[in-house]
């Protein structure tokens, strides 16, 4: 198969030395920004990079099948469409290119012609790492509480070559992101990051850097990089539930560098991409990976330029289920299998004693330690999104009783205090405490979130509860159907019952049940079984939802500043500073 190789520098080198000695390909041309005919085998013809014709010419031709690039990120995006559209196969290195908008023009062209697509994520082929990926998908380990990387450069970058670096992120950090979330298979949901830099010359190049995510699923990975070190150093190591595993092979002052540390994963996956194209089989590096990569990268530098934790958004807008965490998604599959009438039953029982009295404000820092773990916007505990919520309200002079609910339209998410993960009202588990609602009892629609999961219900299953009207009828008013089990009507429970003396008018009783009910106030479904008070009550709830969703962002408020504030709303409208719950 003859090739054409774009770039002759780090990585350009390695991939001709691989390619002159695999007998699946033939390397015939070089494309370089500088001459260096006298470095290369004789029959391979030597381009001139800024000879653009010549390429256009040779890329329309037959001869070439595949195209491999390894010249600056810079010129990635230009040569793998000038390729595709040539009918050629493309094998880029990592970072694909500079801007989301790019990774899916490339991405979505290949998918058109048919055509693989195949980023160099090097990690992935090397055999040690691949061993760690095998044992922790086998379970071997067991569940991975905290990972760290250390991945140290050698020998200090050219100058030249931190100008077109694209910055330490996008450069180096983005295989230890890449390998790390292949791993664990899921992706971090906040970041942190510290840097250190001799002298900060070159943009967005730093010589040390500790990054610290939060993943979905709970694990907190470590990611120590370092421009500086005596020889290339890459070590990782993983703490399972069962289990560790602990790769450190580094050799002080061994003057070693990336060629030598993963010449087995670039030849390996040189042979990846053959077979790829010789079988037609899907490359292992996904667009949506290569997204979340570049969108990871960019999250790290946000956190140094903000100097604060940054919540990762994976989509744009609010509420974006496109391209969800694991523990997203997990969530409302769990909570689609198991929310049933009985279930709901069960749980309204159970949750019915307010036996347990709680201060107020105490269950509000209590929930500090919990985080919605089906909330896409959302990394930071609850008490900051209570206050946020009631702050935005606060600035824009709602009715204070609408401030107070929005401090505390979340509080019923204290029932993992009496909850398990077994029932979904746990701290992992929290398929019956937060999410988007539905009614139970009758047909589950369209408009809801995750529609195809509806199938799994097994209610839907039932005659008596998969019609439009299910147990109810029409106009029979929201309070007389039966919601799914979660925290809004754990809250309207509490405040309905006679230990919670409280003024509170019926408009926030009504946000506290039915907040999550996203089919109903953002899709228009179950509009059948509107009241005449339900008509009422509609705008109230839209003007919540505003505030519950648009307050959602990294600014962090002064907890204790406020607090005496809304103490004051507290002991307006509750009788006692406690709850029973
Ligand atoms: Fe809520
Ligand atoms: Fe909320």
Redesign the pocket.
């Known amino acids: 198969m003859n090739v054409l190789l774009f770039g002759f520098g780090r990585a350009g080198k390695i991939h001709y030395n691989n390619l002159i000695n695999n007998l699946n390909f033939k390397l015939t041309h070089l494309v370089e920004l500088y001459d260096v005919s006298n470095e290369i085998n004789e029959s391979i013809k030597y381009i001139d990079f800024k000879n653009k014709e010549e390429i256009k010419n040779i890329l329309k031709g037959d001869e070439i099948r595949a195209v491999i690039v390894a010249s600056p990120t810079s010129t990635h995006y230009e040569v793998i469409k000038l390729s595709l559209e040539n009918n050629k196969h493309v094998f880029v290195e990592k970072p694909i290119t500079e801007s989301e908008e790019e990774i899916n023009e490339c991405f979505d062209l290949a998918e058109r012609n048919n055509l693989i697509l195949f980023v160099g994520y090097n990690r992935r082929y090397d055999p040690t790492i691949r061993r760690i990926y095998n044992s922790v998908r086998n379970d071997e380990v067991g569940f991975i509480n905290y990972a760290f990387t250390i991945s140290r450069d050698y020998p200090y970058p050219t100058n030249d070559f931190l100008k077109i670096s694209g910055g330490i992120f996008h450069d180096c950090a983005t295989h230890d992101i890449d390998y790390m979330n292949w791993i664990l298979n899921d992706k971090p949901i906040s970041v942190n990051v510290s840097v250190f830099d001799n002298d900060d010359i070159e943009e967005y190049n730093y010589d040390h850097v500790t990054i610290n995510f939060k993943y979905s699923l709970g694990t907190i990975v470590c990611l120590n990089l370092s421009r500086i070190a005596s020889s290339y150093d890459q070590r990782c190591e993983f703490y399972g539930t069962k289990g560790e595993i602990i790769n450190n092979n580094f050799k002080e002052n061994a003057k070693l560098s990336f060629p030598q540390r993963y010449r087995d994963a670039f030849r390996i996956e040189l042979e990846s991409f053959y077979d790829c194209i010789k079988n037609g089989i899907k490359p292992e590096v996904t667009k949506e990976q290569c997204l979340n990569n570049y969108i990871i990268a960019e999250a790290c530098q946000e956190a140094i330029d903000k100097n604060k934790k940054i919540t990762i958004k994976y989509g744009e807008g609010f509420r974006n289920y496109n391209n969800v965490s694991k523990s997203v998604y997990n969530n409302y599959l769990t909570a689609r299998k198991n929310q049933t009438v009985e279930f709901v039953q069960k749980m309204q029982n159970k949750f019915s004693k307010f036996d347990t009295k709680m201060e107020i404000w105490d269950i509000l820092e209590d929930l500090n330690s919990l985080v919605d773990v089906s909330d896409p916007d959302v990394a930071h505990p609850n008490l900051y999104h209570a206050i946020q919520t009631a702050e935005s309200m606060r600035k824009d002079n709602l009715p204070d009783w609408m401030q107070l609910m929005g401090l505390l339209?979340?509080i019923g998410k204290i029932m993992y205090k009496k909850g398990n993960d077994d029932e979904g009202t746990g701290k992992k588990e929290q398929w019956a405490m937060?999410g988007d609602t539905f009614i139970v009892g009758c047909k589950l629609p369209n408009g809801i979130i995750f529609p195809e999961f509806n199938n799994e219900n097994p209610d839907m299953q039932n005659e008596k509860y998969n019609t439009e009207l299910g147990i109810y009828s029409e106009g029979c008013g929201l309070d007389n159907l039966m919601c799914s089990w979660g925290?809004?009507e754990y809250l309207y429970q509490i405040l309905m019952s006679s230990k919670n003396p409280h003024t509170l008018p019926e408009e926030a009783l009504y946000m506290a049940r039915y907040?999550?009910l996203y089919a109903y106030h953002d899709k228009k479904e179950y509009f059948r079984f509107q009241s005449n008070k339900d008509k009422e009550m509609f705008d109230w709830l839209k003007k919540f939802n505003k505030y519950?969703l648009y307050s959602k962002c990294d600014d962090i408020y002064d907890i204790d500043m406020l607090k005496p504030y809304y103490i004051n709303l507290i002991n307006k409208y509750f009788t006692n500073s406690f709850l029973y719950i």
């Open positions: 339209h979340d937060v925290h809004d907040h999550s519950d």
